[in-house]
């Protein structure tokens, strides 16, 4: 049906062009037109009404300003005065008409298009004003339809205003068949082939006969059905796409509609694009195979996890426990239990967290807790104390690091938990797909997402711990262990020094001195306790409560910090700072954008950047292409990018798309080189 409705809608507009330019004969119009005006005497500086009035003759009708699936609508091209210009053209509430399966949207009766001109305050009392339209539409039976054309004029005198009582009701019927604006946003949100939109509106208003009539054209099949879902403050509207769309017809702008409440009233709003929570329920996360599959993504993602860099400074801690295992069953297996309970509750945890604030309006993706300046000031003081520990300068049984970390199976739950914590800041491959669809899948699949994930990073060590063979295979434990524990420190320190630069990115000079100071205290703590150990004394109490009190109060004036202004940093490639409606423009403007999503605490991002796009080779690539770089930095909160993430089912960062003029955007490798990044950008 969509070929048919294609090559009706061109003969339709062929039809019209050629009644525009070719003498017609004299017959009746089927569909009758007149110009009114509310006033005869418009006042300078003011607005004044016009009103296109159609009368339809019995079983004709013409179109909306969406014609549906098939027709044409009205087309006006103003001959106006000079101090006198037309709005746009405000179109009553629509009706729906199936012919041969084809849903249009129609008007039967007479009707009337209400245009505003707007008369400029030079123009003086008396002038007389020539009002000409060359109006074009379209009209139909069931059976037939004609191209017409009408020349409608309308003489008006510059005057006081004045607005007959006639005038006024009948003006006042016109009006009442419009839909009454929206004074809130609504939210729209595009997965797969659905669409869902999110209108807000109270529970007390009486709805019936409820009907969305979306503007924009050749984006909805209109022949599927609208799944509708009342809430207490909003309504949620889910359909399906067209497959034929213009896939750039509507990308992360704003879209018109109306919304039909009741057989005679209705509502005109603006959806931007966002989440829609619930849109999609009963659609492919409930579909039994969609969510094995997310899970085997998932799962496959935290395997593919233990190889990313951002796991690397904790590696150390589970080598040193594997090689500990030794031909110990029992051990092995209850140790590795150990860690991978405290790897899948940390995921879950951090999971159900993400989807908690999410469901409290808060715009945040996976790794969330990087963007707050007191997580990372906790983070950044216990890289300190793993760095001192594993370097041997203190024993902490309760913390269990170091020589201690496989006595009992508590030290190895802490372990698996620091590993899933750690390794947060990177999405992988398969990673994407799994934790975009838990961030709108119902909860419980949702959850079991966030399990599968932190399963397959806990999977190697539960395969070593319970297949003998690969655990034979594993360094037995010996005088090395303690080089390799030292070793470790190294890049436990790395990341202290990566945290400390994170903490200025997001907090500024004032993060930068809690934490300095907060590092100092550190010390003196582990200090006053490694002269506890030297004197075989008790640890007391005390240094611990200073400690506390010290970072409850650091925490709060981290809370406080204010990201700098200004982060000098000299790149190959100039980039243009991520914008919605900037890219909207580009892409307007048919230019060749890549843009790419980062984050300062995304070590694969920065890999990809250091390695890749921010290269001297790359610079001369994107300008002798004339490729648009636009830089989209997480790093701190923001909304507008976590919403672009959302858009693309991402839930975190990195995240890399191509847009090229006339084609559909590509999503690229999250794992970058120059060769890479070249075949994807080939014009």
Not at 456 to 477: D, E, S, V
Request: charged residues 15%; contains cysteine; glycine residues 8%.
């Amino acid at each position: 049906m969509t070929i048919l409705r294609y090559l009706i809608i061109m003969l339709a507009m062929l039809s019209l062009h050629n009644a525009a330019s070719a003498q017609l004969p004299d017959f009746p119009l089927n569909i009758q037109a007149q110009l009114k005006s509310e006033t005869p005497v418009p006042s300078p500086g003011s607005s004044v009404t016009i009103a296109i009035v159609m009368t339809p003759a019995d079983g004709w009708h013409g179109y909306w300003e969406n014609p549906g699936d098939a027709g044409v609508g009205l087309q006006l091209d103003w001959k106006l005065p000079e101090g006198v210009t037309a709005g746009k053209a405000r179109f009553p509430i629509p009706e729906r008409l199936i012919i041969s399966d084809l849903m249009n949207f129609t008007y039967e009766g007479q009707h009337a298009f209400l245009v505003d001109l707007k008369i400029d305050d030079t123009i003086a009392i008396g002038r007389n004003l020539a009002i000409s339209v060359d109006a074009q539409w379209l009209a139909c039976t069931d059976r037939i339809c004609v191209p017409e054309q009408d020349e409608l004029q309308l003489n008006l005198v510059t005057g006081d205003g004045a607005i007959t009582p006639a005038r006024l009701a009948q003006f006042g019927e016109y009006r009442a068949k419009l839909a009454s604006p929206l004074d809130q946003k609504a939210t729209y949100q595009i997965q797969g082939e659905e669409i869902a939109i999110s209108i807000p509106m109270p529970s007390s208003v009486e709805i019936n006969n409820l009907y969305f009539f979306p503007v924009v054209q050749s984006l909805f099949d209109y022949q599927a059905p609208q799944k509708i879902k009342r809430g207490d403050t909003e309504i949620i509207i889910t359909t399906a796409l067209d497959q034929y769309r213009d896939k750039e017809t509507i990308f992360n702008s704003e879209m018109r509609a109306i919304l039909q409440i009741s057989s005679e009233s209705g509502i005109e709003l603006i959806a931007k694009a966002g989440i829609v929570k619930g849109g999609f329920e009963g659609g492919f996360a409930e579909n039994i195979t969609s969510i094995w599959i997310l899970l085997a993504s998932a799962l496959l993602g935290g395997l593919i996890l233990n190889l990313m860099p951002c796991v690397f400074p904790i590696i150390g801690l589970k080598a040193v426990s594997l090689a500990k295992f030794g031909n110990d069953d029992k051990t092995a297996k209850r140790e590795a239990l150990s860690y991978s309970a405290g790897v899948i509750f940390s995921t879950v945890a951090l999971g159900a967290l993400l989807l908690l604030l999410r469901a409290g309006g808060e715009q945040i993706g996976w790794a969330f807790q990087l963007q707050s300046p007191v997580m990372l000031l906790l983070l950044f003081l216990l890289m300190v104390f793993i760095a001192l520990n594993l370097w041997g300068v203190f024993e902490l049984s309760s913390i269990t690091m170091g020589q201690r970390l496989t006595q009992g199976s508590g030290g190895s739950f802490w372990t698996g938990v620091l590993a899933a914590f750690v390794a947060t800041p990177c999405t992988g491959p398969f990673m994407a797909l799994a934790l975009g669809a838990a961030l709108i899948a119902p909860i419980y699949q949702a959850l079991l997402i966030f399990f599968g994930l932190g399963f397959g990073l806990a999977l190697p060590y539960l395969a070593i711990a319970y297949i003998p063979a690969l655990r034979n295979k594993m360094p037995k434990a010996g005088p090395w262990m303690e080089i390799f524990r030292k070793s470790m420190a190294i890049p436990m320190a790395i990341t202290a020094i990566a945290l400390f630069w994170l903490l200025y990115r997001v907090g500024g000079i004032q993060a930068l001195t809690i934490a300095t100071i907060m590092a100092i205290f550190s010390i003196a703590l582990i200090t006053i306790i490694r002269r506890h150990q030297i004197d075989n004394k008790k640890t007391a109490i005390w240094p611990f409560i200073v400690f506390f009190c010290t970072v409850f109060l650091g925490g709060y004036f981290m809370t406080q910090a204010k990201p700098p202004s200004i982060i000098d940093t000299k790149k190959w490639v100039q980039v243009v700072s991520y914008d919605a409606q900037k890219l909207q423009e580009f892409r307007v403007q048919q230019q060749k954008i890549f843009l790419y999503f980062t984050a300062d605490w995304c070590v694969t991002c920065k890999i990809n950047e250091a390695s890749t796009i921010q290269r001297k080779e790359m610079a001369q690539y994107f300008t002798n292409n004339k490729i648009i770089v636009m830089e989209a930095d997480f790093t701190l909160k923001e909304p507008e990018i976590a919403n672009m993430l959302n858009q693309y089912g991402r839930a975190g960062v990195p995240l890399y798309i191509y847009f090229a003029p006339n084609q559909e955007e590509k999503i690229l490798p999250q794992v970058l080189s120059i060769k890479t990044l070249k075949s994807e950008l080939k014009p």
